[in-house]
């Protein structure tokens, strides 16, 4: 599972940090899909060595995504359901299960927390470099273009941090 961890570790990284976003040229590198194969190729592997087992949140998550695979015939736009549910939502339901997989300790709980809460500081101050003092502030890139979403992400980090600074045991990888 220590495979599958990295790999949801770089998935993860990829997807925060965004080098795209930073750098133009390297937009057009998928990296978090890249990363993304990692995990699941180690899922594919567990399941193939027989050391695959299903927690029950997976399970209930396996339920509810097909509970909404039955319902696309019924929506009012079959087609669109369709691909939302096989071409964006299917890989958010294979990085949970992973995660839920391979984050069994909490050395490995705090090194996802840390990883957020870094690439919520680096896109805040970039935010505020970048903040004209006109209007609302926008995140830098194309992940947080809408200021809702940046302002979501960061006061749920927020919290994430606070945490970390008050804990009692020292929050370090």
């Known amino acids: 599972m ?10 993860l990284f990829f997807y925060y940090f965004r080098p795209g976003d930073f750098y133009e040229p390297l937009l057009s590198i998928p990296f978090a899909k890249i990363a993304g194969v990692i995990p699941a190729l ?25 509970d909404l695979c039955l319902c696309i015939p019924f929506s009012g736009w079959p087609g669109g359901s369709f691909m939302l549910m096989f071409y964006d939502f299917s890989k958010v339901i294979l990085i949970i299960i992973v995660l839920m997989m391979v984050t069994n300790t909490f050395t490995r709980m705090r090194r996802l927390l840390l990883l957020q809460i870094g690439a919520m500081v680096l896109l805040a101050a970039t935010s505020l470099l970048s903040y004209s003092g006109k209007g609302r502030m926008f995140g830098e890139g194309h992940a947080f273009a809408d200021p809702n979403d940046l302002a979501l ?15 009692k045991k020292p929050f370090k990888p």
Do not use: M, P, Q
């Open 153 to 167: 992400n960061v006061v749920h980090v927020i919290d994430l941090a606070k945490a970390a600074l008050e804990s």
């Open 2 to 11: 220590t495979f599958g961890y990295v790999g949801v570790w770089l998935f």
């Open 42 to 66: 180690a899922l594919v592997i567990a399941f193939l060595t027989g050391n695959f087992k299903l927690r029950r949140e997976s399970k209930l998550l396996l339920i509810l995504y097909a």
